[in-house]
């Protein structure tokens, strides 16, 4: 009997990560009698007074919000990383490390309006983050090592509020994802003298049947090291260190996949599709950054439905990512999902 991507248990090798996740594609009918998570029903007001976040209110500590009327970054009230902190080093022994970190955590309004999302806005109001996105990293970037762009949408994913937000915590270390994509990256680009992502972009663009989108400048694809049911990764299709460096043009087009890819999401199983996405670029550590190819995770937890989300647990927390959908079917569905919002008339 050959053996058959579809119907065979097999593992797939994550090169950004070295890590390698468990497919288990004959598993996928089986039946579910456990959890499912609650839809929240998606009435939201333009604006809530009880919003921290929205235009004019008086956030968690006091302080007013301006009446923006775009977009709106402030530093976070809870900082999870802060920028004076006394220096920290680890002692004799190896089983107790420690190192301080120096940060600045902000949060970013990417619209006024309470009831949007960024799948919801207009290709205009989405180009107006992406441009924040860009010029918050540069800026960021003189004072840190490492910026981190992110976005937990939804309750599913830990979202503390609807208002359409997303973060940046921007630290003097690399976190242990980041420092692990820059090794693999480096160690890729000095054996064979090409950049990982660069490469990975084309051939997946060649094939084809994991693209879930693609354009001038830019391709989503279900990564076929995928953890996530739906996770995609979306890469430039020229070089690209970090999101300052694009131009107009690959502005312009990076809105136009997002808006499409977000709407997808949206459409799969006609709810707000949670995630949490974030931006990956080069660290402002060093000028040796050749290796690095600028990208964007997207990592979704809905498996089944809008109420049916993965778990990471048992062996994935003992062993290795499993997953049971393959990322070829994922990309699949994807790509029939339509590209009308399922909420517009
Ligand atoms: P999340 O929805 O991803 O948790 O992001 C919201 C962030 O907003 C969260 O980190 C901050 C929280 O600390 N926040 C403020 O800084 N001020 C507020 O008044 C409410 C929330
Ligand atoms: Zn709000």
Known sequence: MPFDFTEHPHRRYNPLLDEWILVSPHR???????????????????????????????????????DYESTFVFVNDFAAVLPDVPRAQSGESPLFGVKSVRGEARVICFSPRHDLTLAEMSPAEIRIVVDLWAAQTEELGDRFRWVQIFENRGEMMGASNPHPHGQIWSTDSLGAVAAREDQQQRAYHDRHGKNLLHDYARQEAHIGE???????????????????????????????????????????SLTDIMKRLLVKYDNLFEVSFPYSMGWHGAPYDTEDIAHWQLHAHFFPPLLRSATVKKFMVGYEMLAEAQRDITPEAAAHRLRESSEKHFKLP
């Open 28 to 66: 996928s009918k089986r039946p579910w009698q456990g959890g499912r998570e609650l839809v929240a029903s998606d009435t939201r007001p333009r604006y809530d007074p009880e919003c921290y976040l929205c235009p004019g209110n008086i956030r968690a500590n006091g302080e007013r919000n301006p």
């Open 210 to 252: 994991r693209c879930v989108l693609e354009n001038e400048n830019w391709l989503v694809v279900v990564p076929f090291w995928a953890v996530w049911p739906f996770e995609t990764l979306l890469l430039p299709k020229s070089p690209a260190r970090r999101l300052p460096d694009l131009d107009d043009g690959q502005r312009t």
